[in-house]
């Protein structure tokens, strides 16, 4: 024996090494595993089994060179920093691994400009892409969907597949709430300018305080940050009004700390009512009463709508779901001061 034979390395085995083993065409192994639905049942199990038996590894990149596919999806989100995003992660990455597809998470930094290069730099790497909270404009991202299969999360663009957290009912909500507390007049404090739910949820309360007639005001556009919450709180202070709601937890946590080193009591002062309910609302000091949102539930959603939009030529037959949210009430809200 060669000991030279010992030091090599083992040589990949190919369709065409499981073909002369079963005695199908390669052109039938490929079929079975590329693409079960096209050979019968006991045709594929035993391809399959040999497959498994010989150790065969498929090559992704070939199969894309020839399939035009590289089950890779993009996830790109606004801050991967925002806890917000956790859920939504996870009920991508689970879904996407399911179907046996990679995860492909990108930070836009809250930038439409980076958003639209990196997807421009990657379309040739990805089979399509979810969205959160997309910068882009309406324009770009209705071009953009003709162009690549994507689903957006917290946005809607007509022709645009897209799952929707419905935070403008649970603003409304909130806006009820702090209205039964006896608060007269409620501040918005107002996150990106380039954000679709920031003028959803800003419409919403106007609404909802005008059923009442009672005055809303808008202060902002603050970044989406717990470090902007300083500068929130003290615009916040400034007018006089007693109940706020804030953009997100992380701008309203941020208010409850610099509201605490001005010497104002929540809710005793100054009630205080978030969005999103993330991880860390519900043992910040006090407490926070915030929205809550099935996050990780959209990501999951968004994931089946891609899919099916990739494996189905037919044209899409849902091109939204909304889903719902509802107001959970903890310490940072309480009756208006006398």
């Known amino acids: 024996m060669d000991n030279r034979d010992s030091v090599q390395r083992p040589r990949r085995v190919t369709i065409n090494d499981i073909a002369e083993a079963t005695g199908f065409a390669?052109?039938?192994v490929s079929r079975a595993l590329s693409r079960p639905g096209r050979v019968n049942a006991a045709t594929r199990e035993r391809i399959v089994a040999v497959a498994r038996e010989l150790s065969y590894v498929p090559n992704?990149?070939?199969?894309?060179?020839?399939?035009?596919?590289?089950?890779?999806?993009?996830?790109?989100?606004?801050?991967?920093?925002?806890?917000?995003?956790?859920g939504l992660i996870r009920g991508t990455q689970h879904q996407l691994k399911a179907a046996g597809y990679a995860h492909l998470l990108i930070d836009t930094e809250?930038?439409?400009?980076?958003?639209?290069?990196?997807?421009s730099k990657m379309r040739q790497s990805i089979d399509g892409a979810i969205l959160a909270t997309s910068r882009l404009?309406?324009?770009?991202?209705?071009?953009?969907?003709?162009?690549?299969?994507?689903?957006?999360v917290n946005r809607m663009v007509r022709g645009v597949e897209s799952v929707v957290l419905d935070s403008p009912s649970g603003v409304a909500q909130a806006a009820e709430h702090l209205i039964s507390l006896g608060h007269s007049e409620i501040v918005y404090m107002s996150g990106p300018e380039n954000s679709w739910a920031?003028?959803?949820?800003?419409?919403?309360?106007?609404?909802?305080a005008a059923r009442h007639g009672l005055p809303v005001r808008r202060l902002g556009p603050f970044p989406a940050g717990r470090m902007s919450g300083s500068a929130a709180a003290d615009a916040l202070i400034n007018t006089r009004a007693t109940a706020c709601i804030a953009f997100n937890d992380l701008l309203a946590i941020g208010m409850l700390t610099r509201l605490r080193e001005r010497g104002l009591g929540v809710p005793g002062e100054i009630s205080v009512v978030g969005c999103d309910d993330m991880f860390g609302a519900d043992f910040c000091h006090p407490t926070l009463t915030t929205l809550a949102a099935p996050i990780e539930q959209a990501g999951r959603v968004a994931v089946s709508m891609l899919l099916a939009r990739l494996h189905d030529s037919a044209p899409a037959t849902r091109q939204s779901a909304v889903l719902p949210t509802h107001l959970i009430v903890r310490e940072?809200?309480?009756p208006a001061p006398r």
């Open 110 to 119: 809250n930038s439409g400009e980076l958003e639209s290069h990196v997807l």
């Open 198 to 208: 920031n003028e959803a949820r800003w419409r919403s309360l106007v609404a909802a």
């Open 137 to 152: 404009s309406r324009r770009l991202l209705a071009a953009l969907a003709t162009e690549l299969p994507l689903v957006a």
């Open 26 to 28: 390669a052109s039938t």
């Open 332 to 334: 940072s809200t309480g």
């Open 60 to 86: 992704t990149h070939a199969r894309a060179l020839t399939s035009g596919r590289t089950e890779t999806v993009a996830v790109l989100v606004s801050d991967v920093t925002n806890p917000f995003y956790f």
